[in-house]
């Protein structure tokens, strides 16, 4: 595996952790949103639906 390859792999793993850490905060900040859990597995959900295309095209 390459360096690159292997950087954007770490990369996306940070993204698919920070991403729905960051939005599930923000909904137990406010609570006037929808649950934080439920938040979060909808932004692992969207960012599956974006990066799995592209990683099997």
């Known amino acids: 595996m390459s360096t690159l ?3 954007v792999a ?3 793993g940070l993204a698919f952790v ?3 850490s960051a939005l599930a905060y923000l909904a ?9 859990m439920g938040i979060g597995i909808a ?6 639906a974006i990066v799995v ?4 095209g």
């Open 5 to 7: 390859a292997l950087l």
């Open 10 to 12: 770490v990369l996306l």
């Open 18 to 20: 920070l991403i729905p």
């Open 28 to 36: 137990y900040r406010h609570p006037t949103a929808r649950g934080p």
């Open 43 to 48: 932004a692992v959900a969207a960012l599956t």
């Open 53 to 56: 295309p592209i990683v099997l």
